[in-house]
């Protein structure tokens, strides 16, 4: 068990001990209550220390965690709240207090229809009416569709990395004619862009499964689960997206921005790794180091004519190829029109 945990039990213990009109406590009593209480969660022994003790007492008083307790010892030996109706469970809030949590409640409330966050509903609810928050229209709007497919396998998934539990899947890639039944290991929960992915593990590597893709999804119970303890960060550190290569290494990614549109990728990189490695009249030139994967190629793409790859080479290739295919759309649709 944390420490913080540990700390929470004691206050609550001693808060317990402290608003008690009806038992005396010494200073030992309070070690022997915490002690007990530790044992209780932990189901093991757990001895609270006199110094433990005083300095919980001493943080209960202060300011620190806003509780300012008015513990006091009394016939000399004796410790409680001066005021009976106190409890560090009944601390009052300022002004400020109430208008962070009011902006807190008005963020929560745009997930209200969200899937996974629907058991939140009551939650938000009862912050709504204790801070009366009710009237104030949201001031923060946040990018989201409850419409995406596969938003619906969000609870199962999300409780299975939670409970660790092994997942057969009823998938079928955009490349597939059938449906195939996988047995995952579900490590992570990836959102990008508006798509949702499972990372998970299957036959000895970790794959990146699109929840838009899943059609059945069932427990099993009959397999061990393997738990890869995964690191997001350092999985996703070196690229763009969710979609990794276990055998690519990151290269380094060269590319020119107009001079009128390099502000927005300055204040928004595309990746972490981002640097700028020169500037003139004719824009912005900037580096990154990342994997060459499809989420980099729709991200070049998307900035069109105002930003041109110098390397790798192969990238390059890849995106002119890309330009030209779109090129030639246009130029079928023009044919088209004009021979009608």
């Known amino acids: 068990m944390s420490s913080n945990k540990n700390a ?26 915490c002690s007990e209480a530790l044992f209780e969660f932990e189901g093991k022994e757990a001895f609270v220390s006199k110094r433990t003790v005083q300095l919980d007492l001493q943080n209960m008083r202060s300011e620190k965690f806003g509780y300012e307790a008015p513990i006091e010892v009394y016939d000399r030996k004796y410790y409680r709240y001066s005021d009976p109706d106190y409890s560090i469970h009944q601390i009052s809030v300022n002004e400020n207090d109430l208008k962070a949590m009011n902006n807190a ?4 409330k745009q997930f209200k229809d969200f899937s996974m966050f629907k058991e939140m509903n009551g939650v938000i609810q009862k912050l709504e009416d204790s801070i009366h928050s009710t009237s104030q229209k949201s001031i923060i709007h946040l990018d ?7 938003l619906v396998h969000i609870d199962i998934l999300y409780e299975s990395i939670l409970n660790k539990k092994v997942l057969k899947i009823c998938y079928k890639s955009f490349k597939a004619r059938e449906s195939n039944i996988i047995t995952v290991h579900p490590q992570l929960l990836k959102e990008y862009n508006n ?7 299957h036959k000895k590597a970790i794959y990146n499964l699109a929840l838009d893709r899943m059609e059945e999804i069932e427990i099993d119970d009959q397999t061990e689960y393997i738990d890869k303890d995964f690191d997001a960060d350092r999985y996703f550190a070196e690229v763009i997206g969710a979609t990794v290569s276990e055998t690519q290494r990151p290269q380094n990614v060269i590319f020119i921005v107009t001079t009128e549109h390099a502000p927005y990728v300055k204040t928004k990189p595309f990746h972490h790794s981002q640097e700028i490695i020169s500037e003139d009249q004719n824009g912005t030139t900037f580096k990154i180091c990342v994997q060459l994967n499809f989420e980099l190629e729709r991200t070049i793409l998307g900035m069109g004519e105002f930003l041109t790859v110098l390397a790798p080479r192969k990238l390059k290739k890849r995106i002119a190829r890309s330009i030209r295919i779109a090129y030639s759309n246009y130029q079928d649709q023009n044919s088209m029109t004009e021979g009608s």
Do not use: A, H, P, S
Request: with cysteine; glycine share 2%; net charge positive.
């Open 8 to 33: 929470l039990i004691r206050y609550k213990t001693l808060d317990k001990c402290l608003k008690n009109k009806y038992k005396k406590y010494t200073l030992e009593d309070l070690m022997d209550e």
């Open 105 to 108: 409640v008005q963020i929560l």
């Open 144 to 150: 989201k569709n409850e419409q995406l497919k596969g």
């Open 195 to 201: 798509r949702w992915f499972l990372i998970c593990w």
